[in-house]
């Protein structure tokens, strides 16, 4: 298997902040770095797409000055939810590909994002 | 219709019995498939992939593929109370990159 990690696990943030995720790929270099949203009862929504040293690829409808991605380097992704509102309140959930004959995707814990 | 369609349940099975999960996917050039676990309120976890038509079997779980029908399924004998959780099927058209997740079968396992 393989280790991805994310921090933090839980946060509370009032309206208007910014909320800062890491993703850390803890035992292997992540050839690329995916972030997902999943409010309760519903399905994974893949939000973007994050290879290190170069910009992300974001899904249709996601706003990338909104959900700002930092891939730092083959180990670290980073989310930032910018001016996060009640609605962004959700389960993000990050994701690593593990370089292999064929790449095998493991996924964070997730960090649950309150907002009041 | 969706790139990965699974039924989204419920599905029952009593406790020790068979229970087998269904995906179908649209994209015919697709080569890797994979099954993975979401208890509720946690991230997916991977269970098992495959890249080879026919059966691959791990401990109590079996994954078949026919790249021929586009259908992945994913067998779980004896079933436990423990694997009652949503079970999501992803498909990738190469070996690298991004995969499409199906919207998941929720699998409840009574005692």
């Known amino acids: 298997g393989a280790v991805v990690s994310q921090h933090p696990s839980w946060v509370i943030c009032k309206s208007g902040t910014s909320v800062k995720i890491e993703c850390r790929s803890l035992d292997f270099q992540a050839t690329t770095m995916f972030w997902y949203r999943q409010f309760p009862k519903q399905s994974l929504m893949l939000m973007a797409t994050s290879n290190e040293g170069s910009k992300a690829t974001y899904e249709q409808g996601v706003e990338k000055d909104k959900f700002l991605i930092n891939h730092a380097s083959l180990t670290l992704s980073t989310l930032t939810v910018t001016s996060a509102h009640p609605e962004d309140s959700s389960f993000y959930i990050c994701?690593?590909?593990?370089?292999?004959?064929?790449?095998?995707?493991?996924f964070g814990p997730g960090t649950r994002l309150l907002v009041l | 219709q969706k790139e990965v369609e699974q039924n989204s349940g419920p599905l029952s099975v009593p406790e020790g019995a068979i229970a087998s999960l269904n995906c179908t996917y649209s994209?015919?050039?697709?080569?890797?498939f994979f099954w993975y676990r979401q208890y509720s309120g946690k991230s997916p976890e991977l269970i098992m992939f495959i890249y080879s038509n026919g059966d691959k079997e791990d401990g109590r779980f079996t994954a078949q593929l026919n790249k021929a029908s586009q259908y992945v399924s994913l067998l779980i004998r004896d079933s436990q109370p423990s694997d009652s959780a949503t079970y999501l099927c992803?498909?990738?058209?190469?070996?690298?990159?991004?995969?499409?997740f199906g919207d998941g079968t929720t699998l409840t396992v009574k005692p």
């Open positions: 992803a498909v990738r058209g190469g070996n690298a990159g991004k995969s499409t």
């Open positions: 994209d015919r050039g697709s080569q890797s």
């Open positions: 994701s690593a590909n593990k370089r292999g004959t064929q790449e095998t995707q493991y």
